[in-house]
T-cell receptor, first 113, second 116 residues
Framework: AQSVTQLGSHVSVSEGALVLLRCNYS??????LFWYVQYPNQGLQLLLK??????LVKGINGFEAEFKKSETSFHLTKPSAHMSDAAEYFC???????????FGKGTLLTVNP | EAEVAQSPRYKITEKSQAVAFWCDPI?????LYWYRQILGQGPELLVQ????????DSQLPKDRFSAERLKGVDSTLKIQPAELGDSAMYLC??????????????FGPGTRLTVL
């Protein structure tokens, strides 16, 4: 069975600062990893995904994540935070015969002016 | 741009009443998911359809929850009777036919249910 742990339920950064949201996973099969963003009272939007190949994955809105198998991590970063990045971010792993998504508990990102 | 539609967006009901949520996936998407998201947590899968067939309903509380996708297009999730603990966001997502580990699931805006 697969699982996801997101370290830090709440991260606060200043506008222009580095954003780092941490995600560790557990999977019995090669992992397929996703980051989704959720704005208040909205559904989830895909930021980026890792399947195979290059371990540094670039997504929308300037976000990127690096798959590190040795550390079982898939941390999300953005060099410079913008006010519009304030949202909740979910890391997820796919597994099982029905390609079921298992989500972490989420990290709420606030951006201070 | 194609989107997953859900209605209603908000629902307030009293304990023991029946509620129903509707989802219309992106046209042509064969796979449909219903998730429940409790405040402060990530979404958890309730039920997955492939066309009109249920693929996974292992986490669906079948004593009070039911889901159907009769024609393999839109879907309805019902709760009867609603309990206080059912207060949550209910999200619908869809994915193309032949979905595998690579495929993105497209999420609707959700229905926020409050049970009083």
């Amino acid at each position: 069975a697969q699982s996801v742990t997101q370290l830090g339920s709440h991260v606060s950064v200043s506008e222009g600062a580095l954003v780092l949201l941490r995600c560790n996973y557990s999977s019995s099969v090669p992992p397929y990893l996703f980051w989704y963003v959720q704005y208040p009272n909205q559904g989830l939007q895909l930021l980026l995904k890792y399947t195979t190949g290059a371990t540094l994955v670039k997504g929308i809105n300037g976000f990127e994540a690096e798959f590190k198998k040795s550390e079982t991590s898939f941390h999300l970063t953005k060099p410079s935070a913008h006010m519009s990045d304030a949202a909740e971010y979910f890391c997820a792993v796919v597994g099982g015969s029905n390609y079921k998504l298992t989500f972490g508990k989420g990290t709420l990102l606030t951006v201070n002016p | 741009e194609a989107e997953v539609a859900q209605s209603p967006r908000y629902k307030i009901t009293e304990k023991s009443q029946a509620v129903a949520f509707w989802c219309d996936p992106i046209s042509g998407h064969a796979t449909l998911y219903w998730y429940r998201q409790i405040l402060g947590q990530g979404p958890e899968l309730l039920v997955q359809f492939q066309d009109e067939s249920v693929v996974d309903d292992s986490q669906l509380p079948k004593d009070r929850f039911s889901a159907e996708r009769l024609k393999g297009v839109d879907s309805t999730l019902k709760i009867q009777p609603a309990e206080l603990g059912d207060s949550a966001m209910y999200l619908c997502a869809s994915a193309p036919r032949g979905s595998n580990y690579n495929n993105e699931q497209f999420f609707g805006p959700g229905t926020r249910l409050t049970v009083l």
